[in-house]
């Protein structure tokens, strides 16, 4: 059987498509379908291993867990990961394809369009829908020709489209209108309903610009969403970490987080490197009240916290010698000289050692650059990517880890490199489906500067709980899993969404 399709695209970037995507499957998925996500071409620097090591965009994981399912790599067969501003790795079902610059992607895209249609092809025989994302707007003209992710796909699929605009930001209208004029007379077609999104205020009052909208097009607005405060789903682009003042997390469930001059318990600083990825990794500590979670770009944003953390990146050496060139360099290790804890992940743990090391050009031209020096640790970069589920235990009894020593934690790994020295923080048992034996990471002898490959380390409760005592909170642990909350938060946004549109409409138009 070929499944049914629906498409999400927008007026631009960040209007919300991946949220309505995860919405839909959600919905979908409570109304009994056997639902899947899909976007062709995905930019991102969140992303994600799946059980067989495929690495993946962080928005379709979210749609994947939101319909109940595994994330796997056919949901988002290209990955592009920016290194410059002008430059990307292209990741093709899960694996490192190229090193491109953008110009010579778009003469390759042509290459990849069988890869594409070949993903589409084996979800459509698995399941009874397929939620297809397009990316940025259908109406880039410039970029028509070369299109495999947007009106190619839905042509292809047979998808009927849902064009989504951000009225928060203004505009919405004339972005609607726009785009449709600026579309092919067999693209108008494909479009079948237009969404709001991110509407404050009250709905009464657009009337008269809807009913003209609809006139205006003859397509139907199939409602409008509300601006859904605080919800605890991962992002996928750092535009959602503001720009360029640091972003305060929310408490859980749309309580809005204080600053931490009115009396937060801990303050935690996140280094918001030029090219940060897998953010999300302190999503979890953001569910405990009374720590405070921020990101900063200079040192006297990052003023005197109880712990910093050096997070990942896509370029480790070109955002190390940022960090010097800012200032961030120094003020960390004078934080670390007093005593204050600094933690490293991925990227982050890599700048904490002594050098770093590209012989072989992965990422940078330096050939060797000295790092932090907080670690005893050397890193040389590799060409092949290490992307693994991993499973690891508490491997040393320093500091903070005293306490949980033995006990075993599960993240994953994303990265081009391997580091060697020091105390190891963790022993590594599994790699996907492996069974392994090798160290990771690397402590200081006080046990207050940590460093470790493991991406998704807060998400373990034993951990976070453990480490946040050592920082001086005090609070009562919540104890819960990004899981739970996350099962909790596709569920208000499903209801949101399904409040908000004609969905009896939206199953019409898929064909269900």
Known sequence: MTAKTL???????????????AALC???????????????????LNSFVTREGHEMGRAQVVQAQAAGLEPHVDMNPILLKP??????????????????????????????WSVVTAALDRLRERYDLVVIEGAGSPAEINLRESDIVNMAVSRYAGAPVLLVGDIDRGGVFASLVGTMVLLEKDERRLIKGFVLNKFRGDVALLHDGLTMLEERTGVPVLGVVPFIRGLQIAEEDSVALGEPLPRFYSQPFGKLR???????????????LPRISNFDDFDALALEEGVQVRFVDSPDRLGQPQ???????????????????VGLARAICELAEKGIPVVGICGGYQMLGRTISDPNGVESAEGQ???????????IFETV????????????????????????????????????????????????????????GAVDERGRVFGTYLHGLFDNPNLRRAWLRSLGWDAAFSGLSMIEVREQEY???AQQVRESLDMERVYRIAGL
């Open 26 to 44: 959600r919905i979908f998925r409570q109304d009994g379908v056997r639902v899947a996500p899909f976007k062709a071409q995905n930019m991102a």
């Open 258 to 272: 204080t600053p931490p001059s009115q009396g937060c318990e801990v303050d935690i600083a996140i280094v918001r």
């Open 385 to 440: 990517k290490a992307t693994y589920q991993a499973r690891a235990r508490i491997e040393t009894d320093r500091g903070f880890f005293a306490e949980i020593e033995g006990q075993e934690i599960e993240g994953y790994e994303i990265h081009m490199g391997h580091s060697r020295g020091g105390e190891p923080a963790f022993r590594l048992l599994a790699r996907s489906d492996q069974l392994v034996d090798a160290p990771d």
């Open 307 to 325: 712990a910093t953390i050096l997070p990942g990146t896509k370029s480790t050496i070109s955002d190390l010698l940022w960090l010097r060139q």
């Open 83 to 112: 290194e410059q501003d002008a430059c990307s790795q292209v990741v093709v079902m899960g694996k490192p394809w190229a090193t491109l610059a953008a110009g010579e992607y778009y003469q390759r895209k042509g290459q990849l």
């Open 491 to 493: 569920n208000r946004l």
């Open 369 to 379: 650059v000295e790092g932090l020096g907080l670690l005893p640790v050397d890193t």
């Open 7 to 21: 498409m999400i695209q927008g007026t631009a970037s960040s209007v919300g498509k991946s949220l309505l995507a």
